[in-house]
């Protein structure tokens, strides 16, 4: 048993515990399945494959971390310091700002858009993305930065998501007449996964807030809804993304269709 009743009940430690334990684990497999299964779509799709995983392996990396973190700071067990202010939430932005614009990247490869097309993309999306984690940081670490408080980072936050939505839903959106239909069905979804699980860290976020210091049951929550978002954000957008290559390049070469897709 854990002695946490000062700051997480040993269910709460548990569920906190197993999702971040289920984080790591989905992160970890799906970098192996992507990286063993890259060759199985045509060279020019093979880069946004190899992003996914690199996304999807940089996840698990701070999954490692953030585990690390929670038994230091939670569990009484090996010295531990039992003191919720040591639980370091830094692991989580420092993910996204390498792991978001990588998300947006591999988007814009899958699509094999021309140089100069994908070029203008990324040159708004990427830098929107990264300023969107650096300025929901402050409100979710409840830093005292400039006396702003926690909501008006959050606001500040939304602004280049907003621009991001509509760089994909407007301007990306508009090379999906070049694709096919199963492809153009495919990445409707893809979309559509982008903007629900995105959508679910401000959610997330609005409900772990509490200007009282530390909650338990926000802190469980925040950490429960992040991992959720992250497993469905990386790994299955991920797979999503491999899912995609792999169609299109079978409308791409007879030969590789005839091979990857026999009856």
């Known amino acids: 048993m854990n002695n946490l009743s000062e700051l997480l009940t040993d269910t709460q430690f548990n569920i906190v515990f197993n999702m971040l334990s289920l984080g790591i684990a989905s992160m970890l497999f ?17 880069l946004a494959v190899l992003i996914s995983a690199t996304v999807t ?13 929670f038994n230091h700071a939670f569990s009484t067990l090996d010295g531990a310091v039992n003191n919720a202010a040591v ?8 993910d996204w700002f390498l792991t978001v614009p990588l998300l947006l990247v591999e988007t814009v490869a899958v699509l094999a858009l ?23 940081y402050p409100g979710d670490a409840k830093i005292d930065l400039w006396g702003i408080t926690a909501g008006w980072w959050g ?49 997330t ?12 049951d926000s802190f469980v929550a925040r950490e429960v809804g992040y991992t959720i978002a992250d497993i469905l954000a990386k790994c299955l957008f991920g797979l999503l993304i491999f899912s995609i290559a792999r169609m299109k390049s079978a409308e791409d070469d007879a030969e590789f269709a005839k091979t990857e897709f026999r009856d």
Do not use: C
Request: aromatic residues 18%.
């Open 87 to 94: 639980y370091n939430v830094g692991y989580r932005y420092v």
């Open 30 to 46: 799906t970098t192996f399945f992507l990286v063993l299964a890259r060759d199985r779509v045509l060279p020019r799709y093979r």
């Open 205 to 216: 976020f609005i409900l772990a807030m509490n200007s009282d210091g530390f909650s338990p």
């Open 114 to 136: 021309t140089r100069q097309l994908q070029g203008s993309l990324l040159k708004r999306l990427v830098p929107a993305a990264a300023l969107m984690i650096l300025l929901g």
């Open 57 to 69: 392996g940089i996840a698990a990396y701070h999954y490692f971390r953030m585990f690390d973190s």
């Open 155 to 203: 606001l500040f936050s939304t602004i280049p998501f907003l621009y991001i939505m509509y760089v994909l839903f407007v301007e990306l959106g508009k090379s999906f007449v070049r694709q096919s239909a199963p492809v153009r069905k495919k990445l409707q979804l893809l979309r559509i996964l982008l903007i629900a699980t995105w959508g679910f860290y401000p959610i």
